[in-house]
């Protein structure tokens, strides 16, 4: 939240004592400030009868060019003089803060602050304003930690409006679930979409660097353990070459995010499928990566990293039961989701011999399952909790033998399994470990986004 822009003012009657309205600003400026979050103080206003503290803090506070309010409460305070105060920044989203008392020789002091933030409340909600209420009491409450998860969210939206997706190619396999309209999606997410041509990306990777190619062979070697080695170090620096020209169209234009054409592209056209590809673009870059042109699963991803700081890693359905899914992948994930150490296997599916994928363990424990997708008018998300874990011995039909154990987790949801399965989006769904329902949730709420929880 560093680069969030966060306008303060603190409000209080012009009968209660200066100093300690003063005192109280410079407290909270200083509480905030030890959270890390960028404060402009914009003043302390009273409702003076020339009402010019207000008229000062409205200039402050449109000078102040923030992204954010917070409204403090220092002690009762006529709720004209916040609103006159506030209104010409009504657009932003904003933080009613109130303070409280302390105790002082055996008594409370007060300066009746929650009665300033209870008359204001009910009032704020009618006039529209976007806000957040929160206050500090005398045993413990503090506003500062209740209004953190909000300001992240301001600044998740924030970072996703200036956040860019690359789609190599477009819609992989003709599906459905992953296609996307690029007006609709930049208005309720912010994420601007654009488009590679896989030719573009394939005489690019013939015009890499070798020794940069070398160097980048020579930390895979010592990086990655391989439980089967490819035929030669050229199946290897085929998917580096690709990964080099990816990474000079992502470091220029500044990509988040990006997804591949991989079946109907790279596996079909260039016959060489695009895991490995995926794994360094995630490691070198630390960006979201999703196969087969799922540029909502990729925009699932950029909210879910947004949110989160993860790079959710995406997982499709093999198998339903009663109380879990088993959910896995063909292909790769992201290294900070796996027990180390990195494990790849060289082998052959079907037609193509020189696969390169990931099958390393992954980290158990509990995830959130994300998917935004559209309801025909806007866009909703689908979200799940599930404790993740490890998956019994399986294996998927067409692997040259011995089977790889590819990595997956069995997501138990209990008696919620059934309804989870009923509103099944797509096959692919991101999934970031920890609880972060409500944090989800409260990000669709505040961009329009219609919430579905299983």
């Not at 009665?115 to 909600?125: D, I, K, Q, V, Y």
């Not at 900070?336 to 099958?359: H, R, W, Y």
């Not at 797509?426 to 919430?451: E, M, P, R, W």
Request: proline share 4%.
């Amino acid at each position: 939240m560093k680069a969030l822009k966060i306008a303060l003012t603190v409000f209080g009657e012009v009968n209660t004592p200066r100093e300690m309205l003063e005192k109280k600003q410079a407290e909270a400026k200083a509480r905030l400030e030890k959270k890390g979050l960028c404060i402009i103080d914009c003043g302390l206003v009273t409702d003076d009868s020339e009402r010019a503290e207000s008229a000062a803090a409205v200039k402050k506070l449109q000078e102040s060019k923030a992204d954010a309010v917070i409204l403090c409460i220092a002690g009762w305070i006529p709720s004209y003089a916040v609103i006159r105060t506030a209104d010409s920044l009504k657009h932003l989203p904003m933080v009613l803060w109130g303070l409280c008392g302390e105790e002082k020789d055996g008594r409370l002091l007060t300066t009746a602050e929650q009665a300033g933030t209870s008359a204001l409340r009910r009032p704020m909600e009618e006039l529209g304003f976007n806000f957040k209420y929160v206050y500090d009491t005398v045993d413990g409450i503090r506003g500062e930690e209740e209004m953190l998860p909000f300001l992240s969210l301001i600044a998740a939206r924030k970072e996703l409006c200036t956040s860019k997706l690359l789609t190599v190619g477009y819609r992989d396999m003709n599906l459905y679930g992953t296609m996307f309209d690029g007006v609709r999606l930049k208005k309720a997410t912010g994420i601007e979409v654009e488009c590679l041509e896989l030719l573009e990306m394939a005489q690019m990777a013939d015009n890499t660097d070798s020794g940069e190619a070398d160097a980048l062979l020579k930390k895979i070697r010592s990086d990655w353990k391989f439980v089967s080695e490819p035929a030669s170090d050229e199946t290897l620096l085929t998917g580096i070459r690709y990964f080099l020209a990816l990474k000079k169209v992502i470091t220029k234009y500044g990509y988040k995010g990006i997804t591949i054409n991989d079946v109907d592209g790279m596996k079909k056209l260039l016959g060489f499928p695009p895991s490995m590809i995926f794994m360094l673009i995630a490691q070198e870059l630390g960006i979201c990566t999703v196969p087969e042109n799922d540029v909502m699963g990729g925009a699932s991803q950029l909210i879910a990293n947004a949110l989160t700081g993860q790079i959710g890693m995406y997982l499709e359905f093999y198998e339903y039961m009663r109380d879990r899914v088993l959910m896995g992948v063909p292909d790769y994930v992201p290294d900070e989701t796996i027990e180390k150490p990195l494990q790849v296997m060289a082998t052959k599916f079907g037609l193509l011999d020189s696969c390169v994928l990931n099958v390393s363990k992954l980290k158990t424990g509990k995830v959130t399952l994300s998917r935004l997708f559209s309801d025909g008018c806007g866009y909703g998300m689908h979200l799940a909790l599930a404790d993740a874990v490890s998956s019994r011995p399986w294996e998927e039909a067409g692997w040259a033998p011995p089977a790889p154990q590819l990595p997956s987790l069995e997501m138990v949801m209990g008696e919620r399994t059934g309804d989870f399965i009923q509103n099944i989006m797509c096959q692919h769904y991101i999934v970031t470990y920890g609880d972060h329902i409500n944090l989800f949730a409260d990000y669709c709420k505040q961009s329009g986004i219609k919430v579905l929880i299983s």
